[in-house]
């Protein structure tokens, strides 16, 4: 089965993107990303008390100085178990493992106005990225998804 094509080219490459560490401006309380979940998270006191407990760290991006995206993201794990018909985990699995490590994207969110250029997907390689210049062991990159 060929893989699904997006309906959506991507039209914004991650050098027009600026990613930086969460920080409270004006210009969080104007997004919006359709899900009012999401925005909340960002535009109140949520996301400071989430970075004050260490449950994760949130990123701001920025395209010619408008916030168009934020994301979430922490360490977290994959419980063995789960991974026992996976082929690419089967040396993993003689190891007496509990759980595997991973990098888990906890929220990810492109304000209305910007969607549908593929900043997400661009988003996604980022992190990709993120979790494999880190110092520690990662084996699986997880999205904690809602509808």
């Known amino acids: 089965m060929a893989p699904r094509s997006f309906e959506h080219p991507v039209s914004i490459s991650l050098e027009e993107l600026r990613v930086e560490p969460f920080r409270e401006t004006h210009d969080v309380k104007g997004f919006d990303c359709g899900n009012g979940d999401l925005n909340d998270f960002l535009c109140t006191s949520e996301v400071s008390k989430y970075e004050k407990l260490g449950l994760g760290t949130t990123y701001l991006v920025h395209r010619w100085g408008n916030l168009v995206a934020y994301f979430t993201v922490s360490s977290d794990s994959m419980r063995v178990e ?13 190891l007496r493992l509990e759980a ?27 992190i990709a990225g993120m979790a494999l210049e880190g110092k520690v062991g990662v084996r699986v990159l997880m999205v904690q998804a809602k509808p």
């Open 100 to 126: 595997i490590p991973g990098f888990k994207i906890g929220r990810l969110a492109v304000d209305t106005r910007h969607q549908k250029r593929g900043i997400g997907r661009t988003l996604i390689k980022c």
């Open 82 to 94: 789960y991974l026992k018909t996976a082929k690419s985990f089967s040396e993993v699995r003689e």
